[in-house]
T-cell receptor, first 111, second 112 residues
Framework: DVKVTQSSRYLVKRTGEKVFLECVQD?????MFWYRQDPGLGLRLIYF???????EKGDIPEGYSVSREKKERFSLILESASTNQTSMYLC??????????FGQGTRLTVV | KNEVEQSPQNLTAQEGEFITINCSYS?????LHWLQQHPGGGIVSLFM???GKKKHGRLIATINIQEKHSSLHITASHPRDSAVYIC??????????????FGTGTLLAVQP
């Protein structure tokens, strides 16, 4: 089974903290994605990566950065967490135009 | 206007009912995806289709490329089908990166 694993299910962080969300996939997929999901807005793409060390901004990259040093791992970084970044964060991976596989999600609360 | 629209946004059904969720999109696509998300859970891919019809158990997905429309049907619905169902498309301008465009989801509640 393809597996996309996110490091935490729930996180509570303080405003101004640097936050790392980790995602690991075990299927040698080139493409990896970070989304946030908010009620009424659906899933919005923050960043994606199509190869090691390659990244592109998605629709809402402000306040976020990413790192992909190894093919299987894609990290989302909140440089200075703010309350408006409280959300559900979902990682996904895929090959080209194929089925996408999602992690279980990380519910982040910034207080 | 969103590029992917779903209807209805909310749906309540009685156990055993036949359920239809609709998805319309306005861009050219390589594929359309139906996804399922249980409360508090991750997202699971149900179908990926580019033409015709696919069936898996009690779930059926159809797509009409000319009309840019897809439907997800659930036959003999059960309370365990209660979830958010999300339609997403792989736009054909996205190339190999498979950047999906998502609808906002349909919240389905099946009552016993």
């Amino acid at each position: 089974d393809v597996k996309v694993t996110q490091s935490s299910r729930y996180l509570v962080k303080r405003t101004g903290e640097k936050v790392f969300l980790e995602c690991v996939q075990d299927m040698d997929h080139e493409n990896m994605f970070w989304y946030r999901q908010d009620p009424g807005l659906g899933l919005r793409l923050i960043y994606f990566s199509y190869d090691v060390k390659m990244k592109e901004k998605g629709d809402i990259p402000e306040g976020y950065s990413v790192s992909r040093e190894k093919k299987e791992r894609f990290s989302l970084i909140l440089e200075s967490a703010s309350t408006n970044q409280t959300s559900m964060y979902l990682c996904a991976s895929s090959l080209e135009v194929t089925e996408a596989f999602f992690g279980q999600g990380t519910r982040l609360t910034v207080v | 206007k969103n590029e992917v629209e779903q209807s209805p946004q909310n749906l309540t059904a009685q156990e055993g009912e036949f359920i239809t969720i609709n998805c319309s999109y306005s861009v050219g696509i390589s594929a359309l995806h139906w996804l399922q998300q249980h409360p508090g859970g991750g997202i699971v891919s149900l179908f990926m289709l580019s033409s015709g019809k696919k069936k898996h158990g009690r779930l059926i997905a159809t797509i009409n490329i000319q009309e840019k429309h897809s439907s997800l049907h659930i036959t003999a619905s059960h309370p365990r089908d209660s979830a958010v169902y999300i339609c997403a498309v792989s736009p054909n301008y996205g190339g190999a990166t498979n950047k999906l465009i998502f609808g906002t989801g349909t919240l389905l509640a099946v009552q016993p």
